[in-house]
């Protein structure tokens, strides 16, 4: 018997589909769990309907309440492993034929077999990433790695250019929105209408790629106007310019309508016709084969439970209302408020903003971990279940105790001042920790510290900052304000 092959809405490119019958399902109480961005259900509703029509006559679509409503008495389905704990566990139930994972440049077996040789729990993402380069060749030479060297990551730091507003760059390629498109919006505004769904944030127009052809479009326009300049402003903000260099490619790679080597592939084309330099053609390749796979094998390496457990620091406050809401215009400090615009207008911010901004601002006022982790997944339009408890709970809130960071990534005033154009708009001085302008981030890291000194205090990289909180002349009266602020 032919079997039918399931495709979930995180597998809709080529590389998912081996030319038999195909079925897809919308399952509208995947939107109405939590209150999903509506871009984000947009963009997930907009790349199946759109891989339907691209299927033909192979494919059949049904609208349900629930998966299992589908499921139920179907005996002829196969899937590609799901990339998530909850659709394993159905279908698993359901007894599915289940192939191997696809959409990842390490297979599942191959991280166990490297896994073997490295315990995931004290080795990190370089080790990995310098284990895929060998096997892969990618951006290899005679063995040994093209330019001498494996991490040019210390050459991408360089501050915003001084006295610009943007980096000057080409607008990035946008999709046109279709019929698809339009049909998507009207269904999204009957459910939440009924009450069936709840969105927040801001509704399109669609930025990102709802097709593989979009997808390629949107990576020929970065290869060639922006991986210049990425490995250069890598980590660099803008408050004019919200996407800088960086390729827009996480959501397409996402939703499997890109796969991540086709990614590689192109920009080390770029790199070999000397058009893009190596620290950034590097730079993008260890975002996708190193830490991209590298979070997705640590996704079911730390187990199902991984965030509800991971609370080291004891971070219990709830996300407040301008987050839960994305209301920019409630926050007062410019940097945080810029950024939740961009969540609100977009669904999207770049790395930075996301783990030195936003993370930050939740590490340091010590919020609840297992809901901020979900409010990722909800808010961007490429948050997965797989991708965020590493990067949210685990690397931004330190929740795991530094199973994923040997330090948190806590950091005052001074780090986003320096790497960004926000605090020059600013109320807040990110030179002063004490009275009406303290910088919130400035006053908040060493409260931070001081919060969670017990706790923290035999990590060895933090020695340095410790010992500054132990000469802080105003440490009591920096304490007593953070307290009263906001409720922190």
């Known amino acids: 018997m032919e079997r039918t092959r399931l495709l979930f809405a995180d597998q809709l490119g080529p590389h998912f589909d081996d030319g038999g019958p195909i079925l897809i399902v919308e399952a509208d109480s995947v939107l109405a769990r939590r209150p999903y961005h509506r871009q984000k259900a947009h963009l997930i509703r907009s790349a199946m309907r759109h891989r339907a029509r691209e299927l033909g006559d192979r494919v059949e679509v049904v609208r349900a309440e629930r998966y299992r409503d589908v499921l139920e008495g179907r005996d002829d389905l196969q899937v590609i492993a799901p990339t998530s704990y909850g659709l394993r566990h159905l279908v698993a139930e359901f007894d599915l034929d289940v192939l191997p994972s696809r959409g990842f440049v390490t297979s599942e077996a191959d991280f166990a077999e490297w896994a073997e040789r490295h315990d995931p729990d004290r080795a990190r993402m370089e080790d990995f990433y310098r284990a895929v380069r060998d096997r892969t060749g990618i951006l290899m030479k005679s063995g040994k790695p093209v330019g001498g060297r494996y991490n040019f990551d210390h050459d991408n730091r360089d501050t915003p250019p001084k006295g610009k507003r943007t980096l000057e760059l080409p607008e990035p390629w946008w999709p046109e929105e279709d019929d698809i498109d339009d049909e998507v919006r009207a269904d999204l505004d009957r459910m939440e209408a ?47 310019d919200w996407s800088m260099a960086h390729s827009l490619l996480s959501p397409a790679m996402n939703l499997g309508v890109l796969d991540p080597l086709e990614v590689v592939e192109r920009v080390s084309e770029e790199y070999r016709a000397g058009r893009a330099p190596l620290r950034s053609v590097e730079g993008i390749t260890r975002q996708i084969i190193g830490w991209r796979d590298w979070v997705w094998h640590l996704y079911w390496h730390f187990g199902e439970d991984y965030t509800r457990q991971s609370n080291a620091l004891n971070a219990t406050r709830k996300l407040p209302k301008a987050w839960r809401e994305l209301d920019p215009d409630s926050v007062k400090e410019n940097c945080l408020s810029h950024v939740l615009r961009g969540v609100h207008d977009r669904g999207w911010t770049h790395h930075i903003p996301r783990l030195m901004v936003l993370g930050n601002w939740a590490l340091q006022r010590g919020y609840d971990p297992r809901e901020t982790t979900e409010w990722f997944i909800d808010s961007f339009v490429d948050g997965t279940p797989w991708v965020m408890p590493a990067n949210v709970a685990g690397m931004a809130l330190h929740g795991d105790g530094g199973r994923m960071a040997t330090k948190p990534y806590a950091a005052g005033g001074a780090y986003i001042n320096r790497m960004s154009d926000y605090c020059g708009g600013c109320r807040f001085d990110p030179k002063v920790r004490l009275g009406e302008n303290a910088c919130p981030y400035t006053a908040g890291y060493w409260a931070f510290l001081d919060r969670n000194e017990e706790r923290l205090r035999g990590n060895p990289r933090l020695n340095q900052p410790f010992a500054g909180l132990s000469r802080l002349s105003d440490r009591e009266a920096v304490v007593e304000q953070e307290s009263h602020r906001r409720g922190i």
């Open 194 to 240: 009924d009450g069936r769904a709840h969105f927040v944030g801001s509704d399109g127009p669609r930025r990102f790629a709802a097709t593989h052809d979009e997808a390629h479009e949107m990576l020929d326009d970065f290869a060639v106007n922006r991986l210049p300049l990425f490995g250069q402003y890598e980590d660099a903000m803008l408050e004019d």
